[in-house]
């Protein structure tokens, strides 16, 4: 399987990049082809929302998404992996997430898998809440899969990640898929 993990941290040696290292590290050892897209140092303009694309065509940016687009478009799974802030995914991979607007009946007719990995500092029983549904909504919107959430709450460092059961969750999760 191709899997495309989209990573939205601007901290490249951060938690949620952790999290997503230890799932290539599974999902490689299982097969699979693994690629990675640095949303938040990658160059992708925010979405204008003037539908020059008719929804399914080429954008008018000339941005690193003409790439992205096309790995995403030839993969069977994606990751979207992302730290919590402000209850919700980062400015970056939302950034991302808001491009696919030029190409969501592609996605959509695929009928790919997905799952998220997320880290938050702090671990109240609701701090994922927003998050989850948000990703949910993708999920149901853009026909994916889900195989899998990992929540890593009380991951605000990498120490404190790599302490937790967490890392373990993620590699497990890549290894395990089918």
């Not at 939302?94 to 702090?122: E, G, P």
């Not at 671990?123 to 889900?146: C, G, I, P, Q």
Request: charged share 20%; with cysteine.
């Amino acid at each position: 399987m191709k899997i495309v993990v989209l990573e939205g941290s601007p901290n490249k040696n951060g938690s949620s990049n952790l999290l997503a290292e230890e799932f290539i590290r599974g999902a490689e050892e299982a097969g699979h082809l693994v690629q990675t897209v640095d949303a938040a140092h990658a160059e992708i303009h925010p979405c204008t929302g003037c539908v020059h694309c008719g929804y399914e065509g080429p954008c008018v940016q000339k941005d690193d998404m003409n790439r992205i687009r096309k790995m995403i478009l030839d993969a069977d799974m994606l990751v979207f992996v992302t730290p919590l802030y402000y209850y919700g995914m980062s400015a970056q991979l939302k950034t991302l997430i808001d491009r696919f607007c030029a190409f969501n009946s592609s996605i959509q007719r695929k009928r790919m898998k997905s799952a998220l990995l997320a880290v938050a500092w702090n671990n109240d029983n609701w701090t994922f809440e927003a998050l989850e549904v948000h990703y949910k909504t993708l999920v149901r919107y853009l026909n994916l899969t889900d195989m899998g959430m990992i929540l890593g709450v009380g991951c605000g460092t990498p120490a404190m990640t790599k302490r937790s059961e967490f890392s373990k969750r993620a590699y497990e999760l890549g290894r395990k898929l089918p």
